[in-house]
Nanobody
Framework: QVQLVESGGGLVQAGGSLRLSCAASGRTFSSCAMGWFRQAPGKEREFVAAISWNGVGTYYRDSVKGRFTISRDNAKNTVLLQMNSLKPEDTAVYYC????????????????WGQGTQVTVSS
């Protein structure tokens, strides 16, 4: 069992930065692949970034490559998403998720989810 709590969302102007944090509890966190997803009003939840259990593999959706960076610290049970050069189209609720298996981009593959944190980017 893994419990996830996101923080760090907020309102920022286009071009600005935010850092999202996901605090995890549970014995299996260090063996889980971790992902960040987002959902804008009226849209499907979509993959943003993911990281393998050991941090070696990182994956991004094309629209955030070069702007977002995912990282993890297994000693602190934390996953971060550094978001730079934010755009209005990045506005969404961002969710942290954990998967007890191979890292994937598919939301339904993830076993545990946080409650989400709102990110709003003004133009």
């Amino acid at each position: 069992q893994v419990q996830l709590v996101e923080s760090g969302g907020g309102l920022v102007q286009a071009g600005g930065s935010l850092r999202l944090s996901c605090a995890a509890s549970g014995r299996t966190f260090s063996s889980c692949a971790m992902g960040w997803f987002r959902q804008a009003p009226g849209k499907e939840r979509e993959f943003v970034a993911a990281i393998s259990w050991n941090g070696v593999g990182t994956y991004y959706r094309d629209s955030v490559k070069g702007r977002f960076t995912i990282s993890r610290d297994n000693a602190k049970n934390t996953v971060l998403l550094q978001m730079n050069s934010l755009k209005p189209e990045d506005t969404a609720v961002y969710y942290c998720a954990a998967e007890e298996g191979v890292v994937t981009r598919t939301p339904s593959d993830y076993d545990y989810w946080g409650q989400g944190t709102q990110v709003t980017v003004s133009s």
